[in-house]
């Protein structure tokens, strides 16, 4: 029993589905918006938490501008410039967000929206 134990174990972790960039991208971004969508649906009770969830978006929003800036980034120039208009606005937003003088509702719309063009992709493959 020990053996078959061992041998499970040892195949297991060689048929486990690769993780990709695209995969990973997926899987932050994916967790980020469930918790700002948690957290907005809670209204003032979860301003606390959408705070460190708009936090973790800003950050991962300013990680994926770095990257479409960077001259050797393989997409194409156009969507690299559409990705980089939309970090910009998702910082903005953000901003008016905090100050509770917007919704996040654009933020979730546009985090959404990626999620789909990298499900499309083969995030999920």
Partial sequence: ???LLQARQAYSAASAPTRTPRNMEYE???RITHRMHSAAKRGRAGFGELVE???ENNRLWGVLAANVAEGENALPPDLRA???YLAEFTQVHTSKVLRREASPRPLL???????RGLRQGGARE
């Fill in 109 to 115: 719309e546009i985090n959404t929206a990626v999620l």
């Fill in 1 to 3: 029993m020990n053996a």
């Fill in 28 to 30: 932050v971004l994916s």
């Fill in 53 to 55: 969830a708009l936090h």
């Fill in 82 to 84: 559409r990705l980089f």
